[in-house]
């Protein structure tokens, strides 16, 4: 079973960033994509970006030119750079690989205050 740890959430000023971090526990040359999740309090599960095997990436609109998708196969590890935090960016952030199944990490928190 693959599994997934984020790391990198806290709290931040509007206009500042972050880096969260996702370790796979296996390589992810082995995944057909992975990606971000993001839940603000009271709301729906949101998909925030979205990196296919190909390296090809995709975003909701609201972070677009803000966020970043990223990997680093040697570290089994994927990113998200996040840019121009705005508090409506406040969310639990989970990352997800998919491969024959979908797997999810704990989550971690993000919080920008205003």
């Known amino acids: 079973q693959v599994q997934l740890v984020e790391s990198g959430g806290g709290l931040v000023q509007a206009g500042g960033s972050l880096r969260l971090s996702c370790v796979v526990s296996?390589?992810?040359?082995?995944?057909?994509?992975m990606g971000w999740f993001r839940q603000p309090p009271g709301k729906q599960r949101e998909q925030v970006a979205h990196?296919?095997?190909?390296?090809?990436?995709t975003y909701t609109d609201s972070v677009k030119g803000r966020f970043t998708i990223s990997r680093d196969n040697a570290k089994n590890t994927v990113y998200l750079q996040m840019n121009s935090l705005k508090p409506e960016d406040t969310a639990v952030y989970s990352c997800?690989?998919?491969?024959?199944?979908?797997?999810w990490g704990q989550g971690t928190q993000v919080t920008v205050s205003s």
């Open positions: 990196m296919t095997s190909g390296g090809s990436t």
């Open positions: 997800y690989a998919e491969r024959t199944y979908i797997y």
């Open positions: 296996e390589s992810i040359r082995s995944l057909n994509a």
